[in-house]
Nanobody, 126 residues
Framework: QVQVMESGGGSVEAGGSLTLACQVS?????????VGWFRQTPGKEREGVAA??????FYADPVKGRFTISKDAAKRNVYLQMDSLKPEDAAMYSC????????????????????WGQGTQVIVSS
């Protein structure tokens, strides 16, 4: 079965950087599968942060120019490089993959993800 596991969360000062990693294991064609990062804070809905299928990458407006998503198909990892972090970036970050080895949807790139990880906490202090 497909498993998704995040790592790399932690605490950082505003203006700093963190890199999150998402490991996807199990039966799927990872090279073409859309993998996304999402975040959620208490009392708010989960929001898409970024997603990539290796060919195309998508970003939420609040993180454009500061976050970079990348995919290493050989290692079955997707990374989220987060620079110039702001206190409002603090959240539980979760990684997810689409079922059926499918590429990202356009324009709704943050929709229809079936495999989810447990999440990793990001804390940004001002």
């Amino acid at each position: 079965q497909v498993q998704v596991m995040e790592s790399g969360g932690g605490s950082v000062e505003a203006g700093g950087s963190l890199t999150l990693a998402c490991q996807v294991s199990g039966p799927m064609n990872f090279r073409y599968t859309c993998v996304g990062w999402f975040r959620q804070t208490p009392g708010k809905e989960r929001e898409g942060v970024a997603a990539t299928d290796g060919g195309n990458s998508f970003y939420a407006d609040p993180v454009k120019g500061r976050f970079t998503i990348s995919k290493d198909a050989a290692k079955r990892n997707v990374y989220l490089q987060m620079d110039s972090l702001k206190p409002e970036d603090a959240a539980m970050y979760s990684c997810a993959a689409r079922t059926g080895s499918r590429v990202c949807l356009e324009p709704n790139w943050d929709a229809d993800f079936g495999y989810w990880g447990q999440g990793t906490q990001v804390i940004v202090s001002s």
